[in-house]
T-cell receptor
Framework: GAVVSQHPSWVICKSGTSVKIECRSL??????MFWYRQFPKQSLMLMAT?????????EQGVEKDKFLINHASLTLSTLTVTSAHPEDSSFYIC????????????FGEGSWLTVV | DAKTTQPPSMDCAEGRAANLPCNHS???????VYWYRQIHSQGPQYIIH???NNETNEMASLIITEDRKSSTLILPHATLRDTAVYYC?????????????FGTGTRLQVTL
């Protein structure tokens, strides 16, 4: 079964509103989680690294004020897309590092965001 | 700035072995070779990883060359459900190189 769960699986929101996506590790604690975005027929693009108890590290070109990441507990990280626009419509995927040695990363099922 | 090179697509007949190559000529000594696959509209699925020895699990085998500059993922008996995009990724377990950076992958099509 799934070891990393995302919610919601899909969401439709109006332009200008904010939407929150949750990522949970189900049976392990994850000090590090990653957030990706994937457009149709393209590969996954890493957006940011989320570390429990500290600020997220964003990849170059990713607006930290637009994509707010919070990793308040060892099993939960959230991504909030603020003031969403149609171009933010995408497949958002999280992953969590399992194990103190960081050797295995599991991915969530992904969340489809459509901004209308 | 993916560090791996994979063919964009491959076909394989159902029941036959699928051999997916990957070049990673600039791999560092502390970087592992990881393989993930992504079935359409789903999150990537972990397959296998290794450092320098060949590895096998219930899903696949990973063959890494002695110089570690390339590797091959082997699906011994491909089925239609193995149709997916397969990503080969090099990754360290600690530090800034521990991120999983995806390249374009190989789109494997398993046919009857």
């Amino acid at each position: 079964g799934a070891v990393v769960s995302q919610h919601p699986s899909w969401v439709i929101c109006k332009s200008g509103t904010s939407v929150k996506i949750e990522c949970r590790s189900l049976d392990f604690q994850a000090t590090t989680m990653f957030w990706y975005r994937q457009f149709p027929k393209q590969s996954l693009m890493l957006m940011a690294t989320s570390n429990e108890g500290s600020k997220a590290t964003y990849e170059q070109g990713v607006e930290k004020d637009k994509f707010l990441i919070n990793h308040a507990s060892l099993t939960l990280s959230t991504l909030t897309v603020t003031s969403a626009h149609p171009e933010d419509s995408s497949f958002y995927i999280c992953s969590a590092v399992r194990g103190s040695s960081g050797n295995t990363i599991y991915f969530g099922e992904g969340s489809w965001l459509t901004v209308v | 700035d993916a560090k791996t090179t994979q063919p964009p697509s491959m076909d394989c007949a159902e029941g036959r072995a699928a051999n997916l190559p990957c070049n990673h000529s600039t791999i560092s000594g502390n970087e592992y070779v990881y393989w993930y696959r992504q079935i359409h509209s789903q999150g990537p699925q972990y397959i296998i990883h290794g450092l320098k020895n060949n590895e096998t699990n219930e899903m696949a085998s990973l063959i890494i060359t002695e110089d570690r500059k390339s590797s091959t993922l082997i699906l011994p008996h491909a089925t239609l459900r193995d149709t997916a995009v397969y990503y080969c990724i090099v990754r360290a377990h600690t530090g800034t190189a521990s991120k999983l950076t995806f390249g374009t992958g190989t789109r494997l099509q398993v046919t009857l």
